[in-house]
């Protein structure tokens, strides 16, 4: 038995030496929002953090910093604080339009070397100022939750492409992409909308999207599209729900580049405020919305290139298609890049009446 | 075996003690008794010497002394043949008196020839009849158990496999109670290196007091340090025949309700005999879930300690809020909070089994309702932890071994402090230590790890699952049996056609 | 040549695999990405392949080499190079296996460190998981063996994590295929060998195989196998990553499982990293295992210390290099000596076996 003498021993260092920092749940501060706006020349930094009460009610609580670094607002919120503030729960990370348009590259340093934070967290730019936001009080299951189920649900079923951190970092690294974030309106006190998309350039917004555009936006950008539209023709209105659509991009002409979109669209009607469909009425729609779908896209596009910016993601498309691909020269490209969009629509679905 | 009874004990070898002396010293006990007769026939006196307590006075009175009184017997050679009594044997060496005496043999003497014995078998039976199992109880198959003799056990052995290869090796062992061990296997089918390295290590023990088989399964254990048990202890004969039938062995030990089996591995300490008893899908489907709750019931508060006191971040947003707002008024560390509960529940078990069995079973349903309840009430607890803590310890109820179960309880303390130093890293760890102990078991030298490791996809037909009898045509390849096929395989195989 | 190993003692063929695949998959499946990427950019898979159909080949020579000689590296090297020389070339070994258990528990460490509990200590962890170490070596090479396949097998369902990064990827990320010159792949390739270093442990325990000739296919299977899999997660990485992103990633790896939720797991790199810490395992048992091995073999000291020694050895370093640069500058070496021994050294021995046989047969 003499040979097993260390076993206590170690266990009694172990007991001595090993502790490491405990983050026991209800002993720290589990941030579920950060919010960045700008006021005057300094950065506003807001932490919300969730409290919870007894009778499973769950209010917030914000914390507030001023500075002119990121990293120090951190700190000086962590001040004020009884407990340690972490972030390894962030559900939504808001910039109001402000800080946006001035780019937000050394936030997003912060969030790539921080390991604890997780890139399902949800970024988007804020109409107003993101603390007015955090203030407003949304359901009974804590703002941030709320927030991120309103993204998560709007790509998920509606106009909004996927997004999240690492669709933003995915887009803001890849050469020949710019990324795009959900663009937030609070339109009463318990109530946020999505208003649109803003559109980056690098680190700067450029341009906002209005919330109308976001279908033929996410028609051109993501596959698994079931988002919803609203067809106006003389026989009346039809509500067109999405079930399925595909983009295909093609080269047509290399010099100057010339491409072809097409967009396949297997809708369903869900509304239909003429007369009774009759056969040719089916038909007729899905004409107007073929018709619809290749101005818009095509309106879309051409405003892109006029920003400069590239959210689609032609530049990508196009490297992956040529061989040492010189994105310098790209530049000047795509100012002349001419498109051609095609519409393909089916409408399959028209509900269990006629 | 024969060496063993070559080395006879030192405190025995005191050779050649007169008859007078031994008599001195049993004389102290009160239920010594010694009698003179006369033969009517030829009027010869003799000395009838037992010991009161352990002999039936009815052979006595009614089988032995109406012909030793009436007929014509002079010396113990006509005792022995004339008695009509089949245990019946002479001998003239004096250290058998002693030896004999106690074990309820009437010694007969005759005042001529005080020097030679004639040792009748009288032993008095008083013990319990057979009762149906009480730990391993199962709602179909035979109502059987083993009980505290060793005669009556191997007879229910024997009656279920009536068969000469049946072998059944006799063992004394223990100098002061002289328990008999019975090694059964069946000669032609279990291992012959198996059967040696059980002889050899039974023949080795050496201790005064063997009481019960369980004494065993520590002494002949391979690794006697381990909290794993290395070999099965069943009450069921049925069980018993199936392993010997495997071509396992079986030790009898006198005097005790369990009979054990090995060599055995680890799965097999989660199978019930029940198992064999229902269809192999329910059966398969069992033996998942009590791999399930072992696993539920050793993991899970030692990870509730690990993710509420280090990773917060695991936790779904949903179950978060439930979570803090469960913990909030608890003023204890996640892992006193643990011990605490963990420690009441083991005190509820230990009292429930000491005390007896209708006041240990409301000290349980009392204990865990009004104490749980009441200590998340009083706010020591958090509910959340008292919910996993009474799974963990209903899921530690399904294994159906008892002395597994009792490992099983044991082990979680080891994981619970390992979370609490470095979380799921520290659960790893402990679980890194875990399997390597299992790894370096041995059940009687076979590996306790197998069919797992070393890996035989063969021997998983009866392992974690129970595949059907007609795919078990072949003994377990880690017994190593000399005769690996039970039953032909074509035969069992063979399907008709459609429409034959 | 050499005492034959007690069939006791042995490992069945197919066991073999596990050990060479323990081996091969260790630390560096957590940041390899980023090392092949940066000469190849994504044509990197390639590279990765190509390295794979090497490293059969050199399986081959490597068992070419033990039947050769009838026993291990250390009789093949006594019996070309002589006693003194030959013993001299096997001592270098033990400082090759103690700088591979540094460099994986050292990395290991490291990532704990920068991922789950920054002051984690050292010495306290080193010392426990080397303990663990020690605690199979006592087991004999049955337990080691143990250990790699449950070290393989359990953690096996992490593969199924990537599933969810498949979602997030964008597959054209590696159009167009070979855009890349030959030697940009070389280079790559000759990187990559780094990360799937660790299958000469072959030429050391081939003599605990119970049926040498059967374990081929299930060594060379076992390499295929690991190959495939660094294949797979190359391409899964280079399509979850834009490249500019994945060159900042060191360990792309568990950013990918920083994408993946599970109804009750929200985070799910937290228990990759625990369960890495199980994958590392076999690497480091082996490693002692080895090493204590050799030290027995050359200098007569019972394994049972020998064990002790080289953990102490271990620990010693893993405590020296603490830091980020220490520890990319000790991989580097040690990925150096790997490199050399495996795809340099093992060829001219085979050579040398073949011309000393020649020379003796006269």
Known sequence: ?354 | MNNFFKKKKRWLQKSERSVEKQEQEIKKSLDYSKTHFINQKNNKTFTLTFIQTLVDDKIVNNNMLPPLIEEEIASVKEVEKRLPMSDIFVSKDKNEIENKLFHGYVMVTFDDSPEEFAFIGAAKNIGRSVTSPEIEFSVVGPKEAFIESLDQNINMIRKRLPIKELIAEEFKIGELTKTKVCLLYIDGVTNKQIINTVQQRLSEIDKDEISDSSYLTQIISDNGNSPFPQLLDSERPDRIVASLAEGKIAIVVDGSPHVLIGPTQLTEFFNSFEDYLLNWILASFIRLIRLFAVTFSIMITPIYVAVVTYHYELIPKDLLSTLIISRRVIPFPPILEALFLEVTIELLREAGARLPTKVGQTIGIVGGIVLGTASVEAGLTSNVLLIFIALSALASFTTPVYQMSNTIRILRFPFLFMAELWGLLGITIAFGFLLTHLLRLTSLGQPFMEPIFPFRVKDYKDALFRFPFNMQAKRPIFLRTEKPQRFSEEKAKKKKDIDE | ?362
């Open chain 3, 1 to 362: 040549m050499q005492e034959p190993v007690h069939e006791r003692l042995q490992i069945s063929p197919f066991m073999a695999a596990f050990i060479v695949m323990a081996m091969q998959f260790g630390i560096g499946v957590l940041g390899f990405q980023r090392i092949v990427a940066k000469e190849a950019g994504y044509d990197a898979w390639i590279s990765i392949i190509g390295i794979g159909l090497l490293v059969h080949f050199i399986v081959w020579i490597m068992y070419r080499i033990c039947e050769a000689v009838d026993g291990d590296i250390l009789t093949a090297n006594v019996y070309v190079f002589g006693k003194a020389i030959g013993n001299t070339i096997n001592s270098f070994f033990i400082i090759y296996f103690i700088s591979a258990c540094v460099a994986v528990l050292g990395g290991l460490v490291e990532v704990i460190r920068t991922w789950m509990f920054p002051n984690l200590s050292p010495l306290l962890f080193g010392s426990m998981y080397l303990i663990l170490g020690i605690y199979i070596v006592y087991g004999g090479f049955r337990t080691v063996t143990g250990i790699s396949f449950f070290g393989l097998v359990i953690p096996s369902y992490l593969l199924f994590s990537f599933a969810y990064a498949i979602r997030y990827g964008d597959f054209t990320n590696l159009l167009p295929i070979l855009d890349h010159s030959p030697l940009e792949l070389l280079k790559s390739a000759y990187s990559m060998s780094f990360t799937v270093l660790g299958f000469g442990v072959l030429l050391f325990f081939h003599p605990f195989i119970k049926n040498p000739e059967k374990s081929k296919k299930w060594v060379h299977g076992g390499i295929f196998l690991i190959t495939l899999i660094y294949a797979i997660l190359a391409i899964i990485s280079f399509a979850y990553f834009p490249p500019a992103l994945l060159n900042k990633s060191i360990w792309a790896t568990l950013e990918m499982w920083k994408i993946v939720r599970l109804p009750i797991i929200e985070r799910f790199e937290y228990l990759g990293i625990a369960n890495w810490s199980l994958i590392i395992l076999p690497n480091v048992a082996i490693c002692l295992w080895t090493a204590s091995r050799v030290i027995k073999h050359v200098f007569h000291l019972r394994q049972r210390k020998g064990v002790w020694f080289v953990a102490a050895i271990c620990l010693l370093l893993i405590l020296i290099v603490d830091s980020r640069e220490r520890m990319d500058m000790f991989t580097s070496f040690h990925g150096k000596i790997g490199f050399g021994l495996a795809f340099v050294y093992t060829p001219l021995l085979y050579l040398a076996i073949i011309i000393a046989k020649k020379v003796k047969k006269k």
């Open chain 1, 1 to 354: 038995m003499k040979k097993y003498f260390f076993i206590p021993l170690l266990l009694f260092t172990v007991l001595l030496a090993g502790c490491i920092n405990k983050k026991i749940i209800d002993d720290v501060n589990i941030t579920t929002g950060i919010g960045i706006d700008k006021e005057g020349e300094q950065y506003l930094g807001s932490a919300m953090i969730p409290v919870y009460n007894p009778d499973k009610s769950i209010e917030n609580f914000i914390f507030t910093a001023k500075g002119t670094v990121v990293r120090d607002l951190m700190f000086q919120m962590q001040q004020t604080s009884s407990q340690p503030i972490v972030g390894g729960s962030l559900d939504v990370t808001l910039f109001d339009e402000t800080v946006a348009r001035e780019g937000i590259p050394h936030v997003l340093d912060v969030f790539l070397r921080d390991p604890s934070v997780g890139a399902r967290v949800h970024l988007a730019v804020v109409d107003g100022k993101a603390k007015d936001i955090f203030e407003g009080k949304y359901g009974d299951r804590g703002n941030g939750r709320y927030l991120a189920e309103l993204i998560e649900s709007n790509y998920k079923t509606g106009n909004l492409p996927l997004t999240n951190l690492h669709q933003f970092l995915h887009d803001y690294y890849q050469k020949g992409k710019d990324p795009v974030l959900p663009y937030l309106r609070q339109t009463r006190p318990d109530l946020v909308n999505i208003a649109g998309l803003a559109l980056f350039k690098g680190e700067k917004v450029v341009d906002v999207l209005d919330e109308n555009k976001l279908f033929y936006f996410k028609l051109m950008v993501d596959y698994y599209s079931e988002g919803a539209l609203k067809i106006k023709d003389e026989h009346g209105e039809s509500f067109i729900k999405s079930i399925h659509s595909t983009y295909n991009f093609k080269v047509k002409n290399r010099n100057p580049y010339k491409f072809s979109v097409t967009l396949e669209v297997d809708g369903m009607l869900t509304e239909h405020t003429g007369k009774s469909l009759e056969k040719g009425e089916i038909k007729r729609i899905e004409k107007q919305m073929e018709k619809q779908i290749k101005k818009e896209c095509l309106a879309l596009l051409e405003r892109f290139q006029e920003n400069k910016i590239d959210p689609v993601g032609i530049g990508h498309f196009i490297k992956t298609q040529t061989r040492n691909f010189d994105f310098k020269k790209w530049e000047e490209s795509y100012q002349n890049a001419s498109f051609d969009v095609d519409a393909k629509v089916k409408i399959v679905e028209v509900g269990v009446i006629e």
